[in-house]
């Protein structure tokens, strides 16, 4: 959880998004991120003290800003009539409507874990009971009072990319099966595996420029021995021209971007290094390189 305060009710009032309970829901095509908030306010007590007879919720407002990159995510305005009178607290939840190019950007800019700020606004109508001289009684509203609060919350990397991503319709690239080893280049194949899970992990961890570099390492173990171990298992020159070709376009165009941005695509380097390329660059790359290793991966030598 993940507390604020607002002021309301004549003081202030403690003000607690529920971040174990947020999630994504609409998919690629209405991508929301709902947020649960929750607001203490002293129930039947207070109202007791500012002689009202009952109080009512008549509208939320919630501004929702991501703290990396100063990203403004979205706004949401709800209409409500919830008598809060006899509750020591009032629970709602925040839809926030937001796009892909906001999503994206937010993985850009995201170092793992995900901080947000939020704004929220709530107006509430405040009743008395009025008596007549006929000696009925009625309950009015008599005012109404706009609240604000705001607090910073964060939501962990892996809720957020095992779960809210995907919800979101920002699912990590797809899978595809791969062989666990290669009888002809054994070792080759093994490295290029393991480059393959580094530049996985560091996709699944929004470090899109470590990606980059692992997928050229995944590559590389191909480029040096394909010509001679893989000729003879490829029955079709055409095919291993083809290959050879996808090979070798893919790694040189790779040399070229990673030879600008060494400096920041070191496998050496410890700290996120984000920034060059963004989401879906990574997302390409890693489509490719794992579709070369599959290819790889499925020639075996002949029995």
Request: glycine share 8%; hydrophobic share 35%; with cysteine.
């Amino acid at each position: 959880m993940a507390r604020g305060s607002i002021q309301m009710l004549g003081g202030n009032r403690d003000l607690t998004v529920l971040t174990d309970q947020i999630i994504g829901f609409g998919g690629a095509n209405s991508p929301i991120l709902q947020v649960p908030i929750k607001i203490d306010f002293g129930g039947v007590l207070t109202i007791n003290k500012r002689g009202l007879s009952r109080l009512e919720v008549l509208s939320i407002k919630g501004e929702l800003k991501s703290i990396e990159g100063e990203i403004h995510c979205s706004e949401s305005y709800t209409i409500l009539t919830r008598n809060i009178t006899l509750e020591t607290s009032f629970h709602d939840s925040i839809n926030f409507s937001l796009t892909s190019e906001v999503v994206n950007k937010i993985e850009k800019y995201r170092n793992g874990k995900v901080a947000f700020w939020l704004n929220v606004h709530i107006q509430t109508g405040q009743y008395q009971e009025i008596s007549f001289q006929d000696g009925n009684t009625g309950s009015f509203m008599t005012g109404t009072e706009t609240s604000l609060g705001q607090l910073k919350f964060e939501v962990e990397q892996s809720k957020w990319v095992n779960s809210i991503l995907p919800q979101l319709g920002h699912n990590s690239y797809k899978l595809i099966e791969l062989p666990l080893a290669n009888d002809i280049i054994p070792k080759e194949y093994q490295n290029s595996l393991t480059e393959l899970e580094a530049a996985r992990k560091y996709f699944m961890n929004g470090d899109y420029d470590k990606t980059v570099a692992h997928c050229r390492s995944a590559i590389d173990p191909f480029k040096q021995i394909k010509s001679k171990e893989l000729r003879e298992f490829i029955e079709s020159k055409s095919e291993l021209d083809w290959v050879s070709a996808v090979i070798d376009a893919t790694g040189d165009w790779l040399d070229k971007i990673l030879k600008a941005t060494s400096g920041f695509t070191s496998k050496t380097h410890h700290i996120p290094s984000t920034g060059h390329f963004g989401r879906a660059d990574a997302e390409i790359l890693i489509m490719m390189t794992t579709a070369i290793v599959a290819y790889v991966g499925k020639i075996q030598g002949k029995k």
